[in-house]
């Protein structure tokens, strides 16, 4: 959540004021954002499916929150961004504005939602060896489709854009389905990992060095695709069609997700290892985990107080680098100050909280050590 407020206040910056050696890499390292979100959302829905006894049972409950997130979340995001979309642009009439920004304007809880109701026929029914592969060809379909198929009818295009996107900047839909569906299966790996944990398959020593060879791997991976995106480029550039280069440029569901992916898993590794294997829990930690409780909440308030609001002020692609570290900073304590309020309200969150998840992790650490004593 963090990176999503570093990202969106980001677009309210005024690129001629920003070095553009500035925005070449921070723009990349928010484009982390995404993915983390709509994978943590597959790591933490297979955890679930791996653990029921039915995963029926949990596919109903899910199936529940894919509604919400289609009929409320996606007007409440809307309407919290409705200022900062609105912002710089004409429409015809209030009804073609409502339209356009609030109906038939896609944010990623839509396409999570989606993803909430077929992906446990990948997560259930397929071996984790099957599932890669599927990833892979749906990522790498993706990119073929792109390049080699141009819809002229209206209709077939926006199917296009849907299910594995366009070249370009998309009409309406940007995340399309395909390559992040294939984002969000990813995290059904860490998932099972931490079933298999919960449920005494594993150990936690054991899952750390699966995920951190993983980490290493996808590191490998997303370095390899990057310099061979580029040694291609250099060398084809002028021979190949410009289309190929657009659709393999490094980006989120490209050559530099695995490098993202490799990121997270060097993260969730960190976790495991500090919170399970050492009993550690900082003041850090308890800060952030506020914004992972209440996820949903804070993704629709964080639009409307790092977008919105600005956006009202009229600033709107008029910050400067020190106007953008402000916007950032103080999104973060508001945010975060409406989410520990919005947690207590609904009892997520206890009064002494941060001790209570000492405790927790502590206690975690005892029973992991007498579990290693025990064998």
């Not at 050696?21 to 297979?46: K, Q």
């Not at 198929?149 to 077939?156: A, G, S």
């Not at 003041?283 to 804070?298: E, K």
Request: aromatic share 14%; with cysteine.
């Amino acid at each position: 959540m963090v990176l999503v407020i570093l990202q969106h206040s980001y677009l309210s910056v005024s690129l001629k004021s920003i070095h553009i050696l500035f925005d070449f890499f921070i723009w990349p390292i928010t484009g982390l954002a995404a993915v983390a979100f709509v994978s943590i959302s597959g790591m933490v829905y297979s955890y679930f499916l791996y653990m029921a006894s039915d995963w029926r049972n949990v596919y109903r409950r899910y199936a529940k929150r894919a509604a919400f997130l289609l009929l409320a979340a996606h007007p409440a995001i809307n309407l919290a961004s409705y200022y900062f979309n609105a912002a710089g642009k004409e429409f015809s009439s209030c009804s073609h504005a409502l339209l356009t920004l609030i109906v038939f304007n896609f944010p990623i809880t839509d396409m999570i939602a989606i993803c909430l109701l077929i992906a446990p026929v990948f997560i259930v029914y397929s071996g984790s060896a099957m599932r890669a592969v599927v990833i892979i060809a749906m990522l790498v379909s993706a990119v073929f489709v792109r390049v080699c198929v141009t819809m002229v009818d209206p209709l077939w295009a926006a199917i296009q854009e849907v299910t594995f996107g366009v070249l370009g900047v998309p009409s309406v839909f940007w995340f399309p389905l395909v390559p992040w569906l294939a984002i969000f299966l990813t995290g059904s790996f860490a998932g099972q990992g931490l079933a298999y944990l919960k449920k005494g398959s594993i150990d936690e020593a054991t899952l750390v060095q699966r995920i951190s060879k993983a980490g290493i791997a996808l590191g490998v991976c997303g370095g390899v695709l990057t310099v061979g995106y580029k040694m291609l480029k250099i060398t084809f550039g002028n021979d190949w069609s410009p289309n190929v280069f657009l659709a393999i440029y490094p980006g989120q569901t490209t050559t530099l997700l695995p490098a993202y992916l490799a990121v997270l898993a060097f993260l969730l590794a960190s976790l495991v290892k500090h919170i399970d294997l050492s009993g550690k829990y900082n003041r850090l930690f308890w800060l952030l985990s506020v914004f992972g409780r209440t996820s949903l909440f804070t993704f629709v308030i964080q639009f409307a107080i790092v977008e919105s609001v600005p956006a009202l002020l009229g600033l709107k692609g008029g910050l400067s680098l020190t106007g953008f570290v402000i916007l950032f900073l103080a999104g973060m304590v508001i945010v975060w100050i409406f989410s520990y309020w919005y947690g207590r309200v609904r009892g997520w969150i206890q009064k002494n909280d941060y001790a209570v998840c000492v405790k927790a992790a502590q206690a975690q650490n005892q029973s992991i050590q007498a579990i290693a004593l025990a064998r």
